[in-house]
């Protein structure tokens, strides 16, 4: 049984970014919403807010960061959560260590992986990265296709005038990979300045009305934000369309952790976060049940009809 909020969206997911620390440095970085924050979790303590979680009918585990495979202690975190008996546990990253560790966050038991990539053109990522990692990444999608993380998808954030005419060479790509392509709109955060919002959006209709034309078949994924999910050729293309979306919000089912330590109700906002770090450095079960409860009240959808 999942924990509704006041407008009747079950919470199914945590979201926890474990670290602010990051490798690359997009232009269009927001920070998964998050604004700057001092430490970071450990892995203890993050074992303690995924039991709360699960005893509240979270179902599903993401890590996030930044970058959480810069963090010594990923494979010991995956491993305390996979203990919990989440149905599901994945990770977003940029690919850049990815290759090093794909067999040993598939053994200590990560489900599947989200890899940030947005461009196959060594160039274009240099400009995207300000680095110079384009092969690294691939090498890494394609260790963790080999171990068998199952779906790898591949989120592309669509910028105009930079990768928003490869979006059929990056379907190519990860049809031939065996991954999923997401392509992403540009998000608007406290951590994504204007400038780059303006600079870059790209209006995806277009985009998404040829994938309509193509599909073999459309899929719907209402516990995802609403997603649209189109079957091509034997490839599958996911879209996710944050900006000014009320369905995206009116669906949304996720709950999110910052770095060190607050609840956070919702991915737009950062002025109705819940601390727990008191709670768990007490290692207060019953407070830190209570602050999830808290955050869930706290729980409204940014964008309404």
């Known amino acids: 049984m999942h924990v509704q909020d006041r407008h009747g969206r079950p919470v199914m997911s945590l979201r926890l970014s474990i670290t602010g620390r990051c490798n690359v440095n997009c232009i269009y970085c927001h920070r998964d919403g998050m604004t700057s924050s001092r430490g970071e979790l450990s892995a203890a303590d993050i074992e303690k807010l995924c039991r709360v979680a699960s005893d509240l009918g979270v179902g599903k585990i993401r890590l996030s960061g930044g970058e959480p495979l810069i963090r010594d202690d990923i494979v010991e975190i995956v491993e305390r959560i996979n203990k919990i008996g989440f149905r599901d546990i994945s990770i977003t990253t940029n690919g850049t260590l990815l290759e090093g560790y794909s067999t040993a966050l598939r053994e200590a038991g990560l489900d599947r992986v989200n890899v940030s990539f947005d461009t196959l053109n060594p160039e274009t990522y240099r400009f995207i990265t300000r680095k110079d990692y384009l092969e690294r990444v691939k090498s890494g999608i394609s260790s963790a296709v080999d171990v068998g993380l199952d779906p790898v998808k591949i989120n592309m954030v669509i910028l105009r005038g930079v990768n928003h005419h490869e979006v059929w060479d990056m379907f190519e790509f990860c049809r031939e990979k065996g991954a999923v392509l997401q392509i ?122």
């Open 184 to 305: 992403i709109e540009l998000l608007k955060t406290e951590s994504c300045h204007d400038d780059a919002v303006e600079r870059y959006h790209c209006d995806i209709t277009p985009i998404e009305a040829e994938l309509a034309e193509r599909a073999d078949r459309i899929r719907t994924r209402k516990f995802m934000q609403d997603r649209k999910k189109y079957y091509i050729d034997g490839g599958e293309i996911e879209v996710v369309r944050p900006m000014d979306n009320t369905r995206f919000c009116a669906n949304c089912t996720r709950l999110r952790v910052t770095p060190d330590g607050k609840l956070k109700p919702c991915l737009l906002r950062n002025d109705n976060l819940v601390d727990t770090r008191d709670a768990l450095r007490e290692n207060d079960t019953d407070r830190l049940r209570e602050l999830f409860f808290e955050a869930i009240r706290r729980r409204s959808p940014y964008y309404t009809p």
